[in-house]
C-alpha cells in the first residue's frame, strides 16, 4: 500500500556554500546518517577548487567549507558510515580519495585510487569497511574500472569492469555491488548495469533501460542515479523522451540486477512540463525518495519536486516542492533546449544532485539560481530534509504542548494527546514547527 504524504510535507530549506553571492556552484553530492553528514559541490569561480562541508546536527547548520587539498576539477562525492567520511572526486583526470575516521576532525592523506592520469567522474559506494569506486579509466582499453578497498581505504587495486561506456556510477545492496553506466548504441542512450561481490570479478552486463536518444553522444548532466537497497533489489532513475519532452522515469531488478521491469513514470506531468537531472535514495525500510527538477508552474519556473515510493518503485506519491521558491534555472540569454536549458552552454546547474536517507530523515543537496547579484542570477548550493513520510523511530513526547496536532502516517488527524492513542508511529506538529516523527 502507497502512503499518502502530506500536502505541507514539510522539506527545511538552507543554504550549505558560505561563499559570496556573485560566485556560482554546481555538482552536488550529499550524505547524511543522522548526525553527522556532508555535502560537496564544485565552485565554478575559483579554478582548481573542490568544496566539502560537513555538519554535525543533520544539516541544520554546516561548517565553513575546506577546499580541495590537491589539483581538482569536478564530480565531487561524500559517503558517511558511521563517524568515517569517504571523499571522492576528480582532480586533473586523477580519481582521489581521501577520508576521515574521526568523524572530520583530523583526515588521512589523500590517495590517487584510481592510479592513471586520464580518468573521468568517479562515483563511490561503501558497505562496511568494503569501498568501490566507479570510474572512466583511459589509460587502458577498458573504459569502465573499479577501485576497491578492503581496509577502510587504506590501499586499493584496481579492476576492469567493461572494454566501453562512460560516466559510471555505482551503489549496494546488502551483498552486491552495482556498476552503472551508459553506452551510446544506434538511436538510444543505454543504461548498463554490472555486478560484484568484491568489487574485483564483475558480471556481463545487462542492458537496464533506454534513456534518450537526442542529447547523445554526451549526455551532460548525467542524468541517471541508481540506488540499492536490502538483498537484490536495485532501481535507477533517469531522464527518459527527446530533449523536446524530457520526462523522469524508473527501472527496478528484483534479482540483482538479472533482468529490469519496464520503465515507470514518476509524475503524471503532461508534455508540455519538462523533469531533468533525478536523484534517488533508499531509506533502511525499503521506501524509495526521488527528487527532480520541473518547471509544472511555467516557463523559467523552475523548482525542486519530490516523490516517494512505499511499495519499491511500483507506484509513487503525488509529488509536492522541495524548493522554497521557484528559480529561472539559466544565467544569461542564449540558453536554449527543453525549458531554457541547454546541454551545450553551459547553462545547468551541474551535472548531478543527490539525496539520501536514514531512519528517520530523507536529505537532498541540489544547485539552484535563486541568488540574484548585481542584476545576475548565481547558482548556490541547497540543503533540505524531512522526516519519512513511513519512518519507524523511538521517541516518545511527554507533557502538554499548545497547539499539538497528531497524525498518522496516512495523513490522518487523531488528536493532540498521545497518551490517549495506540502504540504506533505517528506525525506530531507543535505550533508552526515541523512535523516530528514519533513511536509511542
Not at 530549506?13 to 555535502?39: I, K, Q, W
Not at 544539516?59 to 563517524?83: K, S
Not at 578497498?149 to 552486491?176: E, I, Q
Amino acid at each position: 500500500m502507497l502512503l499518502a504524504i502530506f500536502a505541507d510535507h514539510p522539506f527545511t530549506n538552507l543554504r550549505v556554500d558560505d561563499y559570496p553571492d556573485n560566485t556560482s556552484h554546481a555538482e552536488v553530492s550529499t550524505a547524511v546518517m543522522f548526525n553527522l553528514g556532508g555535502t560537496g559541490w564544485i565552485d565554478l569561480n575559483v579554478t582548481g577548487e573542490n568544496a566539502f562541508s560537513l555538519t554535525h546536527d543533520g544539516g541544520l547548520t554546516w561548517e565553513p567549507h575546506f577546499g580541495d587539498p590537491g589539483a581538482a576539477c569536478c564530480d565531487p562525492v561524500v559517503r558517511i558510515r558511521g563517524n568515517n567520511v569517504h571523499l571522492v572526486w576528480l582532480g586533473l583526470y586523477r580519481t582521489y580519495y581521501m577520508r576521515s575516521t574521526d568523524g572530520g576532525t583530523t583526515w588521512g592523506s589523500v590517495i590517487d585510487a584510481g592510479n592513471c592520469s586520464s580518468t573521468d567522474h568517479p562515483w563511490l559506494s561503501v558497505r562496511n569497511d568494503t569501498l568501490v569506486i566507479i570510474y572512466s579509466n583511459y589509460c587502458t582499453s577498458s573504459t569502465i574500472y573499479s577501485a576497491y578497498s578492503y581496509n577502510n581505504g587504506v590501499s586499493w587495486n584496481r579492476s576492469a569492469v567493461y572494454t566501453t561506456g562512460g560516466v559510471p556510477m555505482a551503489t549496494s545492496d546488502d551483498s552486491l555491488f552495482y556498476a552503472i553506466w551508459w553506452r551510446s548504441s544506434g538511436s538510444c542512450i543505454y543504461l548498463y548495469v554490472s555486478r560484484s561481490t568484491n568489487g574485483a570479478v564483475w558480471s556481463s552486463p545487462t542492458n537496464a533501460a533506454c534513456m534518450t536518444a537526442d542529447i547523445a553522444p554526451n549526455p551532460y548532466p548525467v542524468g541517471y542515479q541508481p540506488v540499492a537497497w536490502g538483498k537484490g533489489n536495485v532501481g535507477i532513475i533517469y531522464m527518459s523522451g527527446s530533449l523536446s519532452n524530457l520526462k523522469v522515469s524508473f527501472v527496478r531488478s528484483t534479482n540483482g540486477g538479472a533482468t529490469w521491469s519496464s520503465p515507470i513514470r514518476i509524475t503524471s506531468n503532461p508534455s508540455s512540463v519538462a523533469e531533468y537531472m533525478p536523484a534517488l535514495a533508499a531509506d533502511p525500510y525499503g521506501n524509495l525518495h526521488a527528487f527532480w527538477y520541473d518547471n509544472r508552474a511555467g516557463y523559467g519556473l523552475w523548482g525542486l519536486y519530490y516523490s516517494y515510493s512505499s511499495d519499491g518503485g511500483i507506484t509513487w506519491s503525488p509529488s509536492i516542492r522541495v524548493s522554497d521558491t521557484y528559480f529561472p534555472f539559466v544565467e544569461r540569454s542564449g540558453c536554449g533546449g527543453v525549458g531554457g536549458v541547454d546541454y551545450t552552454n553551459d547553462c545547468w546547474p551541474g551535472h548531478y544532485i543527490d539525496a539520501w536517507a536514514d531512519s528517520n530523515f530523507v536529505y537532498v543537496a541540489w544547485s539552484d539560481n535563486r541568488v540574484i547579484s548585481g542584476g545576475r542570477n548565481y547558482w548556490h548550493i541547497w540543503f533540505a530534509y524531512a522526516p519519512l513520510p513511513s519512518t519507524r523511530i523511538s521517541e516518545n513526547v511527554e507533557g502538554e504542548v499548545k497547539e499539538r496536532k497528531i497524525y498518522t502516517v496516512d495523513g490522518r488527524f487523531v488528536g493532540d494527546k498521545l497518551e490517549k492513542l495506540p502504540r504506533g508511529v505517528y506525525l506530531v506538529r507543535e505550533g508552526n514547527k515541523n512535523y516530528k516523527v514519533i513511536r509511542r
